[in-house]
């Protein structure tokens, strides 16, 4: 069990949509634990298996106290609607307007190969529902739109180092 570094945006991990989890093992319950420490870190509301440079359909949360994860999510139920900053480990220190549903059910597995069924509202949806973005190889920033969208761009531009 261990804090794992968090991959920033330029890394193509980000980019790629993750593997689904076939096997429930001593391996796969060891990235649960390292996923679980991670998101214990101050100020941190979720990781995601690609963010920690693994390429699995995993991530963790810890919202108003309860840390927990969610293999092999699937979205559904979306209702209501949130417009609150949003921001992103992968992204650090931006943050904008994000649109995203009030409620949602995540159903997958737990770490044992369980079946595991999440309601979240508020906060809890919208985190929901950024990690499982991750596990699709998008980010916060590609669901903005116009103005908002072109500042994101700006501020990472300006953010991120020039390559030689």
């Known amino acids: 069990m261990s804090v794992r570094p968090i991959r920033i945006i330029g890394d193509p991990v980000l980019r790629t949509e993750a ?3 076939t096997s429930f093992d001593a ?13 214990r870190e101050p100020g941190r509301a979720g990781v995601a298996a690609p963010q920690i440079g ?3 359909r995993a991530f963790s949360y810890n919202v108003d106290g309860t840390v927990g994860h969610l293999i092999n999510p699937t979205l559904t139920d979306f209702e209501g609607e ?4 949003e921001g992103c480990l992968s992204i ?10 009030m409620s ?7 770490r044992n190969g369980e079946p595991l069924t999440i309601h979240g509202t508020g906060f809890l949806a919208r985190a929901l ?25 700006r501020e990472i531009r300006r953010l991120r180092p020039a390559r030689p």
């Open 27 to 39: 391996e796969l319950r060891a990235l649960i634990d390292d996923l679980e420490d991670t998101v």
């Open 82 to 85: 949130q417009d609150d900053d």
């Open 54 to 56: 693994v390429s699995l």
């Open 92 to 101: 650090p220190g931006l943050y904008f307007p994000t649109k995203r549903a």
């Open 129 to 153: 529902q950024h990690e499982t973005d991750h596990l699709n190889g998008t980010l916060y920033i590609d669901t903005l739109t116009g103005d908002v969208r072109r500042q994101a761009l």
């Open 19 to 21: 593997d689904p989890v």
């Open 104 to 110: 949602v059910t995540a159903a997958g597995f737990d």
